[in-house]
């Protein structure tokens, strides 16, 4: 009952009118008076901010900041995935059953997700782990490794809910929303693939970088609005480190999975 009263509710205010009317006021100039007390709301440490808070033109240009280089030091070793953002890890595990993978008690599928064939078996039995980004966090995207592009693709229109409430009741968003889906190649034949997920109301992914390749720490991407990143990992190719844990903060650049 609950899940459907709360997709009820969301799909009426989820809309066309809806998103332009957000977009308009977190743009506008008058938004720029409400970065000091959002920055106090969320407890955001200003001194990690590339520049001072009364530079930014609007709340949404706040959102979108970046930190000072020293602010998020990257995980120099060869074996390592680093986080590829400021997030709280909502899930981890094995994908189960070959393509099942569990977020907030709700199964989702590698086929929902993907939309490719050859992915799910590429995937199947291998790992996963998803990170949310609340509005607290840093929102710039950066890459987990050093490792090739071997393709980018955009699946899903609509954007709901990433947060605890939208996770729990919502139909599952983070196979759904609009998301864009990377997946690289490193060491030579090993596979993971990327996918950062949209955020209510807005299909907010912006990239960056464009290059076939990318350097583990440098930036790709960001989202203008709160959002989820999904990452999975082949079988047998990973081992998460001791502090992935559900719930816990982590940080870019920290290390988050060691190589087999």
Same mark, same amino acid.
């Given at each position: 009952?609950?899940?459907? +009263?709360?997709?009820?509710?969301?799909?009426?205010?989820?809309?066309?009118?809806?998103?332009?009317?957000?977009?308009?006021?977190?743009?506008?100039?008058?938004?720029?008076?409400?970065?000091?007390?959002?920055?106090?709301?969320?407890?955001?440490?200003?001194?990690?901010?590339?520049?001072?808070?009364?530079?930014?033109?609007?709340?949404?240009?706040?959102?979108?900041?970046?930190?000072?280089?020293?602010?998020?030091?990257? #995980?120099?070793?060869?074996?390592?995935?680093?986080?590829?953002? #400021?997030?709280?890890?909502?899930?981890?595990?094995?994908?189960?059953? &070959?393509?099942?993978?569990?977020?907030? @008690?709700?199964?989702?599928?590698? *086929? #929902?997700?993907?939309?490719?064939?050859?992915?799910?078996?590429?995937?199947?039995? &291998?790992?996963?782990?998803?990170?949310?980004?609340?509005?607290?966090?840093?929102?710039?995207?950066?890459?987990?490794?050093?490792?090739? +592009?071997?393709?980018?693709?955009?699946?899903?229109?609509?954007?709901?809910?990433?947060?605890?409430? &939208?996770?729990?009741? &919502?139909?599952?968003?983070?196979?759904?929303?609009?998301? *864009?889906?990377?997946?690289?190649?490193?060491?030579? @034949?090993?596979?993971?693939?990327?996918?950062?997920?949209?955020?209510?109301? +807005?299909?907010?992914?912006?990239?960056?970088?464009?290059?076939?390749?990318?350097?583990?720490?440098?930036?790709?991407?960001?989202?203008?609005?709160?959002?989820?990143?999904?990452?999975?990992?082949?079988?047998?190719?990973?081992?998460?480190?001791? #502090?992935?844990?559900?719930?816990?903060? +982590?940080? *870019?650049?920290?290390?988050?999975?060691? *190589?087999?």
């Amino acid at each position: 009952m609950k899940e459907k +009263v709360y997709q009820r509710l969301i799909e009426l205010t989820n809309g066309r009118y809806s998103s332009l009317l957000l977009k308009s006021i977190v743009t506008s100039s008058f938004s720029k008076k409400l970065i000091r007390e959002y920055s106090k709301v969320y407890e955001i440490e200003l001194t990690e901010v590339s520049k001072d808070y009364k530079s930014f033109s609007s709340l949404q240009d706040f959102f979108t900041r970046q930190l000072k280089e020293e602010a998020r030091p990257i #995980d120099a070793q060869q074996h390592t995935f680093v986080s590829p953002v #400021d997030a709280k890890v909502e899930s981890f595990g094995k994908i189960i059953e &070959g393509a099942i993978f569990t977020v907030k @008690n709700k199964p989702y599928t590698l *086929m #929902d997700l993907f939309g490719k064939q050859e992915l799910v078996e590429k995937y199947k039995n &291998g790992q996963y782990i998803v990170f949310y980004l609340s509005p607290a966090n840093y929102h710039r995207i950066h890459s987990p490794l050093d490792a090739k +592009v071997i393709r980018q693709y955009v699946l899903g229109k609509k954007s709901y809910p990433v947060n605890r409430l &939208g996770l729990t009741y &919502g139909k599952k968003p983070i196979s759904h929303n609009y998301r *864009m889906i990377s997946e690289l190649e490193y060491q030579n @034949n090993k596979y993971f693939t990327l996918v950062k997920v949209g955020a209510m109301f +807005v299909n907010s992914i912006k990239l960056t970088n464009t290059s076939s390749t990318w350097k583990k720490g440098e930036e790709i991407g960001y989202f203008a609005f709160g959002s989820t990143v999904v990452m999975f990992f082949e079988e047998n190719t990973i081992q998460f480190t001791e #502090d992935i844990q559900q719930g816990a903060e +982590v940080k *870019m650049g920290e290390p988050i999975a060691i *190589m087999i």
